[in-house]
């Protein structure tokens, strides 16, 4: 099955930064690539998704690259605000039943 | 109005104690799944059912047993409960099945605690 690795684990970041995660997957049939922020308490919840045959994706302050023949993808916040602080999620689609399969997850710390 | 609803939001039990977990979509989606979330956050899916039909069934102790009567509907029975089931569980549902799997919509959660 697809395997996917997320890093770093925990990223504290000054207001206004920017900050980048990464994950990379095994799968090279994965097709889908969402990410997902889960705020303290909260339910997950889909900020922003590309899809293989896309490179590149922007709303507003976040964006999402996608580089296939690396196998990797990475999620870019801009101006980060304290309000991002959350823990945040890369998935991929792997190529078997459809099912995502889910990075370890990034604590992001957005000191005011 | 809540998209995908579970209940209870919390579970506080004591070992050896059979517990359920009820979840409702109103999507119209026909395909749900549980996860359990760890205490380090590990997203882990245990279960997805497609109308119904079990599909994904990741190893998974058999004291855990998933109930789809419809669709919209997946529930989630835990015999004999052990201090490792503590843990947060989310029902989730999307649309499509396979490579046209839409977005995931997840509940709120439910926190289960073994005593």
């Known amino acids: 099955g697809e395997n996917v690795e997320q890093h770093p684990s925990t990223l504290s970041v000054q207001e206004g930064d920017s900050a980048v995660i990464k994950c990379t997957y095994s799968d090279s049939a994965s097709n889908y690539f969402p990410w997902y922020k889960q705020e303290l308490g909260k339910r997950p919840q889909l900020i922003i998704d590309?899809?293989?045959?896309?490179g590149e994706k922007k709303d507003q302050r976040i964006a999402v690259t996608l580089n296939k023949t690396a196998k990797h993808f990475s999620l870019h916040i801009t101006e980060t605000q304290p309000e991002d602080s959350a823990v945040y999620f890369c998935?991929?689609?792997?190529?078997?039943?459809?099912?995502?399969?889910f990075g370890r997850g990034t604590q992001l710390t957005v000191w005011p | 109005d809540t998209a995908v609803s579970q209940t209870p939001k919390y579970l506080v039990t004591q070992m050896g104690n059979d517990k359920s977990i009820k979840c409702e979509q109103n999507l119209g989606h026909d395909t749900m799944y549980w996860y359990k979330q760890d205490s380090k956050k590990f997203l882990k899916i245990m279960f997805s059912y497609n109308n119904k039909e079990l599909i994904i069934n990741e190893t998974v102790p058999n004291r855990f047993s998933p109930k789809s009567p419809d669709k919209a509907h997946l529930n989630l029975h835990i015999n004999s409960l052990e201090l490792g089931d503590s843990a947060v569980y989310f029902c989730?549902?999307?649309?499509?099945?396979?490579?046209?799997?839409?977005?995931?919509?997840f509940g709120e959660g439910s926190r289960l605690t073994v005593l």
């Open positions: 998935a991929a689609r792997g190529s078997t039943l459809g099912r995502l399969y």
């Open positions: 590309i899809r293989s045959n896309v």
């Open positions: 989730a549902s999307s649309q499509g099945q396979g490579r046209n799997t839409g977005e995931l919509f």
